[in-house]
């Protein structure tokens, strides 16, 4: 329920929908008889956040349980920003439209390092002190998982605990020791010393850090019996993990606006910039009857006629064909359309694509990332110009009419002959269409290419390299377009 100087401000906002709440399948929960309430807060706006199957995995993990009620929390756009300070209305969670200043959990999930600056406005828009030292209470605990937490340094100050790794099993763990120290009023310090020796957490309080000169690292040193190594958390099992029954469905259009199964975690390449694919390691399978299921429930309770399949490397899930077999059984009937994002390009498989004839062509999507078979090698992306085009050819002759290409610019190494070369590929990927005798009659081709700029991450062989200056970057995506 909203408060009424809310649903003031909601006439003056463009998209008010990003701001009411109340979508299908929210979960509203009498807060007398919660000992948690947990915010959890995506620093981006509603349609962004909204499409992220993290949060809608830890929304509904929290709420399973009855002591706790989580609520969706967004950065506000702009305009929402503005009447928000000017009524002085504070940062307030969707389910309740309470003020999450009062929440025992403001919970944040670190997907990129652009929404660094919207962790801060959020905590400041919420009424409470951006430095953690500044926070006395032992709640609203702020906490952060995400990937970004395995380079947690940035944010340290502002933050109480990280959780790296995956957030499934601890933050159970979390909530029942909260519960337990708010039972025995315990001060921060108190709990935040108890929460470091819970496998998965880390609390940057209670690690001295000195750099030397050149702000490299000089030494770390744990206090309070703190862990001198924090290790990140993995599921060992996803068919026994949680694994959400229903999804909020939005009133609004968000980015990805489907059922998303979960197939694998992990990714069985070493591509050198892809923090993902070292981060998310070991690889680590859903079967194939387990993923059927959840989709049948998920396209049950939410009314979408999509179901994503995803993972970092769709194509290299063992079970496909046999998954596509059970899923195509009903899909078909409901005329529900299964998308597979992440397609690599040496192994799409013909029977794939046989598998797929019977539902609708969504585009494909394949990612060579470099434009040139020289930068390709560099960064470990074993793929070859032939098998690209190759595999255009069978998709092209299997029906589809859409390609997407996905590519890097600012690659360690990168000349402007291979920025040249992005434009050749994706020539060469149309050529293919039109020179293909079984191409789908009286169709033109859609080739896009997306192209984004290197970042380099953490934990990845290419963390050390240098990044493209705006300048440089802005000069190599006019050449492109050129
Ligand atoms: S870029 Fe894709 S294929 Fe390469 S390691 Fe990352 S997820 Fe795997």
Request: one cysteine or more; glycine letters at 6%; a neutral charge.
């Amino acid at each position: 329920m909203l408060p009424s100087n809310v649903e003031k401000i909601l006439r003056l906002v463009e998209k008010p929908g990003r701001y009411t709440g109340g979508e299908l399948n929210s979960v509203i929960k009498d807060k007398k008889t919660v000992d948690i309430r947990y915010a959890f807060c995506f620093p981006d706006t509603y349609e962004i956040g909204m499409s992220h199957l993290g949060m809608k995995i830890l929304y509904s993990l929290a709420n399973a349980r009855n002591d706790t009620w989580c609520e969706r929390v967004f950065a506000p756009w702009k305009d929402m920003e503005e009447q928000m300070k000017c009524k002085g209305i504070l940062l307030y969670g969707l389910e309740s439209g309470d003020s999450i200043k009062d929440f025992d959990i403001i919970g944040f999930t670190l997907q990129y390092e652009m929404c660094y600056t919207n962790v801060l406005n959020m905590l400041d828009l919420s009424g409470l002190p951006v430095r953690s030292e500044n926070r006395k209470a032992l709640t609203p605990l702020v906490i952060a998982g995400g990937p970004c937490v395995c380079n947690a340094a940035p944010l340290a100050p502002f933050i109480d605990i990280f959780l790296p790794g995956e957030g499934e099993e601890v933050t159970n763990e979390l909530i029942d020791l909260l519960k337990e120290h708010k039972k025995k009023c315990s001060t921060k310090e108190e709990f935040l010393i108890a929460a470091a020796q819970v496998k998965g957490i880390y609390v940057p309080s209670l690690y001295d850090v000195s750099y030397n000169e050149d702000f490299t690292i000089k030494k770390i040193v744990p206090l309070k019996g703190a862990p001198e190594r924090v290790e990140k958390r993995i599921v060992s099992d996803l068919d026994n993990c949680f694994y959400p029954e229903n999804f909020v469905v939005p009133f609004l259009e968000v980015v990805h606006d489907r059922v998303t199964a979960e197939i694998f975690r992990g990714c069985i390449r070493g591509c050198r910039f892809c923090q993902a694919g070292f981060i998310y390691r070991p690889i680590r399978e859903k079967s194939a009857k387990i993923i059927n299921k959840q989709c049948k429930a998920l396209c049950d309770s939410t009314g979408y006629d999509e179901i994503s399949l995803c993972s970092l490397s769709t194509s290299d899930y063992t079970q496909l064909k046999p998954l596509l077999g059970d899923m195509l059984e009903w899909t078909d009937s409901e005329k529900i359309n299964i998308s597979l994002p992440s397609l690599r390009i040496d192994n799409f498989p013909r029977g794939l694509m046989e598998k797929l004839t019977g539902v609708r062509r969504s585009g494909l999507t394949f990612a060579p990332e470099a434009g040139t078979q020289r930068l390709r090698d560099a960064i470990n992306k074993n793929i070859t110009e032939q098998e690209v085009l190759s595999t255009a050819r069978k998709a092209f002759s299997g029906g589809w009419i859409s390609v997407k290409l996905y590519f890097m610019l600012g690659l360690p190494t990168e000349t402007m002959e291979d920025v040249e070369g992005i434009a050749d590929l994706a020539q060469k990927v149309v050529d293919e269409f039109y020179k293909n005798p079984d191409k789908p009659k009286g169709k033109t081709v859609s080739v896009s290419v997306s192209v984004s700029s290197f970042v380099p991450k953490p934990f990845t062989p290419f963390q050390c390299e240098p990044q493209d200056s705006t300048e440089l970057l802005l000069k190599k995506q006019k050449h492109l377009r050129d």
